[in-house]
C-alpha cells in the first residue's frame, strides 16, 4: 500500500511540474492543480496507512492520526477556491490580451518569426 501511495504521489507531482512548464495558462493550472493534489496524498499518508482504523484514539488499538486528515480536507477547501480563482482570472486574461501564452514570445508566435535564442540576451 505505502509502495502504490508513493508511485502515485511521484506520478502526481511529475505531471504536475512537466504541465506547469508549459507555455499555455490552462495546462499551467492543470500542473497546480495536479501538484495541490500529490501534497494532499502526501499529507494524507503522513497519518498512518491503515484499514478499517477509526480516527478516534482509544476507541480500537490501532488509529489513524487525525490531524492530517484535518489537514487535507482544509486543503481541499482552499485548493478548489484557488483554482476557482486562478481560472477566473486566465479567462479574464484571455479576454483582455487575446491570448492565453504565460511567456513574452506571443508576437512572435503569432507572426511567425523564428525564435531567438536566449544567449546573449541579458
Known sequence: MEALMAV?????TAC????????RTFPVVMGLMLLGYA???FLFSMGR?????PAVIG???????PLPQALVLTAIV????MTAYVVILVIRARKTLNHDYVDD???ERAH????????GHS
Open 8 to 12: 502515485c504521489i511521484g506520478v502526481l
Open 16 to 23: 504536475g511540474v512537466y504541465l506547469m512548464l508549459r507555455a
Open 39 to 41: 501534497v494532499n496524498l
Open 49 to 53: 496507512l491503515a484499514t478499517d482504523a
Open 59 to 65: 476507541r480500537a488499538e490501532s488509529h489513524a492520526d
Open 78 to 81: 482552499i485548493g478548489f477556491a
Open 105 to 107: 514570445r506571443v508576437n
Open 112 to 119: 511567425g518569426a523564428p525564435e531567438k535564442s536566449r544567449e
